[in-house]
């Protein structure tokens, strides 16, 4: 059984430091990284990447929190934030966009809104 980690008010299911992942994570429930991923991962909520994550792949959830280490692209459907501390190799595609102080960023940035579906 996997400890839940709180932050706030929502609980996260943890990827414990020293621990090395390697193929695709698809989640529902919020998640927070701090071990090595090696792969994409794909998410409908919450993903916080801690400052002992370290990840190669590209990322795509509700929102995305950096604290650590990612080389891919990131993709937040509503935010991503970079946190001090964080590096980034990569591009960044999401509606709101927060930096840091003491971020590393090496990529582009686009900000547009989620295109609204279209009705049939």
């Known amino acids: 059984m996997i400890k839940k980690e709180k ?18 994570l698809d989640f529902t429930e919020p998640a927070i990284v701090h ?8 998410g409908k909520s919450h993903i916080i990447l ?4 370290q990840i190669e792949g590209n990322i795509e959830a509700e929102e ?5 280490k990612i080389t891919g692209n990131l993709t937040g459907r509503s935010r991503v ?6 590096q980034v190799y ?4 999401t509606p709101k966009f927060e930096v840091e102080d ?8 686009e900000m547009k809104q989620a ?3 279209t009705k049939k």
């Not at 943890?14 to 992942?21: D, L, M, N």
């Not at 995305?64 to 650590?68: N, S």
């Not at 990569?90 to 595609?93: A, K, L, S, V």
Request: proline share 4%; hydrophobic share 30%; glycine share 18%.
């Open 35 to 42: 071990g090595r991923f090696d792969g994409d991962i794909t």
């Open 115 to 117: 295109e609204p579906a």
């Open 90 to 93: 990569g591009n960044i595609r």
């Open 50 to 53: 801690s400052e002992s994550a």
């Open 81 to 86: 934030e970079l946190k001090n501390g964080a």
């Open 102 to 109: 003491g971020v590393l960023f090496d990529g582009q940035c």
């Open 7 to 24: 932050r706030g008010k929502s609980e996260y299911t943890p990827f414990q430091a020293g621990s090395y992942f390697r193929g695709i």
């Open 64 to 68: 995305i929190t950096v604290l650590g």
